[in-house]
């Protein structure tokens, strides 16, 4: 007999999602001004509506009065920290709470939530290292136990949140691997979660209490999907897809029962969260939907009644539904004395127990890698590291920034270093921001000082190029990719430093053809200049750089080819000397690859997402070589844990050093969030960088009076704080 998942993906074979949209909800703005990921309806006799903030300035989460006599009034504002997601989970030890984890320091977060406001739970935290986006919330229905999956870079954290009217604690069951980044999630009565991202496939897994990794089942990949819902019914449970503008209603075994077509709002963006509220108001007296949306004028939170929707697609409505009630008369614990409370009954007088418990009744309290020799364990999986050690096994050599750019404007990325020729402590920093707001390049100095901003079209990876023959004359450029009109960005480099416009400074790239990444190499062998640029599908475009008499510059493509593994890429690195080229497949890992143009194009992966150390997104690459010999450096920006991964530059580039920027409390310089973009440079500049600099994009930059900046800026660190002396040294510079 087939499984009831198997059946489900076989159901789907051949099903069109194009349907005639049968019914109708009209949406109206109900919060507005800031910007959402996803919504959360809060069940109470004055209901609520929950958004979070991503915006960089606020952040944390909203809650909104969505009574019958309201009209949509912000109660509460708690700025956590940029985050993606705020969930309520209900009747924990007769609390109703809600979660939150903030970007930029990775901790879940539960408040308190009753007639009263809204207040923190501060014994209830839990540090989970990564960059998540969304959390769905199952009650067990045979232990009645709560239970959160959150969802992030290719993984998902089990976890449970139990309590009484005094306490509450949140305790990790197990983390597992999911084929993509899940962005949207739904969990049906009987346990099955669904989950998804916008182009990505359907996938499901049942929920279960137990730490055996649950099967992940491929559902579709024509369901197109930006917000899951479930709409919970005795009988049978519907599940709501949200795209483009439409909500797609499935039945229990996956069959199409009719297609909701949502106006109200022009020109509607649908961001994530959908969100069913089952219960009567005077306002909704069939329920209502809600979920984060942008349209041209404004960014915030639609609402619209669900009534009407219900019955044209031949749905009863049920709005008896209480996520209050009891899922079992008799409830069974599976978390049982026997093992301490700590792990599941599994029977046979043996337990499974959950992360950071060991024995055979799970009595032990025991942390990963025994905290590397560098801290102690001061709970489950919980280390206390020593100074200058960080990471959730103490692990990751912590470093201090000495500086920070000045605000770059908008969405910054990516940095270069310039290195002056005659005098290092003159050399400056180059960024790049890729976003409308404050789009271009902006030159800093060693301290950060913004000394000069260039408009061009969104810019994003930059690199130098030194000493290119430019008409009769020596020249230093930057080059990077250009988003906002699909080209190849030059600038000359003056002698102090600054950016000035270039005959021939915009190359095009071919037509229908996205830019997104790009870096530079010069042959050793032929002393030829080349470009690298890329797509989000991998295609990578090699130009000559060259330049006419008169000092123009022109490109010639000599080579295409596909990076990595087909998956979306952006960071890459040359190593001139060697002839290589490495390359960030954000999901995947990193590749190397032949540089020059008749060079084979297939690669060779040097390191991979999941391997124990490098976690996805795999962004900035950089790279510093010794003067002499194939000794060196490269360096991996590894985003989903804020940290940086060191590979020898030799062959076969063994793994040397994880190491992560913490605050500077002295300076007022907080740590790096979210990293993206890297620059690396071994050369002596001033007493603050003796054996070399390296620059890092942080995204949420948190400020020393509270809040998070509007804008991101760059950090600046002693390359000799991360090798160490010897190893700088050893570089030769």
Known sequence: MRSYVTYLACALTGLSVASAQNANITLAPAATGFEADGASFYYASNPLVLANDGSAADGGFRVFNAGAN??????????????????????????????????????????????????????????????????????????????????GKKQVVQFLVRGTENSTEILEIQTFPIPIEGEACTVLSNGLVYFSAEDQPLYSFQATESTVTPEI??????????????????????????????????DEKLGLVGSISLTGIPDLSIQGGLSIYQASTSTFPSGAIAFAFEDEETAGIAVGPLESALAAVGIEVNTDFNPRDR??????????????????????????????????????????????????????????????????DCSFV????????????????DPAIWIHPTDASQSKIVTTTKSEAGAGFTVFDLKGELLQHTPAEQPNNVDVIYNFTLGDKQTDLTFAACRGDNTLCLFAINSTGFLS???????????????YGSCTFRSTKTGKQYLFVNNKDAEY????????????????????????????????????????????????????YDAEPDGSDTGMQIAKVGDGRLSADVEGIALVPATSGGSGYIFVSSQGISSYIVYDRAPPHEYVMTFTIVDNREAGIDHVSNT?????????????????????????????????????????????DILGEERTKALGY
């Open 501 to 515: 416009p270039i005959a021939g400074g915009v190359q095009p790239t071919p037509e229908d053809y996205e830019v």
């Open 327 to 392: 899922p079992c008369n008799d409830c069974e614990g599976t978390i049982t004395k026997q093992c301490s409370e700590n792990g599941f009954d599994a029977g046979y007088s043996s337990c499974q127990c959950f992360v950071g418990f060991s024995g055979s009744d799970c009595s032990e309290t025991i942390c990963k890698n025994s905290c590397s020799s560098h801290g102690k364990c001061a709970g489950p999986n919980v280390c206390q590291c020593d100074a200058g050690w960080e990471g959730p």
């Open 70 to 151: 309201s009209s949509w009034s912000q109660t509460s504002h708690l700025k956590t920290g940029r985050s993606k997601i705020i969930t309520p989970v209900y009747d924990v030890g007769g609390r109703d709470l809600l979660l939150n984890i903030p970007a930029p320091d990775s901790v879940l977060r539960a408040f308190e939530v009753s007639e009263n406001g809204v207040a923190g739970v501060e014994q209830a935290r839990k540090k989970f290292l990564g960059d998540w986006s969304t959390l769905c919330v199952w009650r067990s229905a045979k232990s009645g136990e709560n239970y959160g999956f959150l969802f």
């Open 398 to 413: 912590a470093v201090q920034a000495k500086y920070e750019t000045a605000a770059n404007g908008g969405d910054g990325d």
């Open 217 to 250: 089942t491929t559902v579709s990949e024509e369901i197109e999907v930006i917000g899951l819902a479930t709409y919970y019914r005795i009988s049978g449970d519907y599940l709501f897809v949200a795209h483009d503008e439409v909500i797609d209603v499935y």
């Open 676 to 720: 993206d973009g890297i620059a690396v440079v071994g050369d002596r500049l001033n007493s603050d960088f003796p054996g070399g600099l390296f620059v890092t994009h942080d995204d949420a930059n948190e400020l020393a009076e509270g809040g998070t900046a509007l804008e991101a800026s760059f950090k600046l660190v002693s390359l000799e």
């Open 541 to 592: 475009l090699q130009y000559e750089l060259t330049s006419t008499a008169n000092g123009t510059l022109q490109t010639t493509l000599v080579r295409e080819f596909i990076g990595g593994s087909g998956g979306q890429v952006e960071g890459c690195v040359a190593d001139d000397a060697a002839g290589f080229l490495f390359l960030g497949e954000e999901p995947e890992g990193v590749w190397r």
